[in-house]
């Protein structure tokens, strides 16, 4: 699946875990998301292009194939005072 031009939807999955001299640079310590759950290898994720934070798409009412075509998402808290979120 290739990411929409301009995002980084996902990448973290395409990349395999973002593999670097053979050990993947995530970590079930870290906690993405607003349900600050960590990394799951099936689920979608999109990233704020804003701040780079890494979303569920479930968690914020957007589906894989609807981040088919997104380029730009900018979650809840970066595109407060324009709507609760953004995605062109």
Sequence with gaps: MAA???S???SIRQNGGVVKNG???YS???LY???RK???VPRFMIACDRCDQWFHGECIGISEREGEF???YF???CSKGECERTWV
């Design 33 to 35: 998301c607003i349900c």
């Design 75 to 77: 979650c809840g808290e």
């Design 23 to 25: 050990a993947a640079l």
């Design 28 to 30: 079930e310590d870290v």
């Design 8 to 10: 980084r939807r996902n």
């Design 38 to 40: 960590p990394y799951d």
């Design 70 to 72: 997104i380029d730009l």
């Design 4 to 6: 929409a031009k301009g």
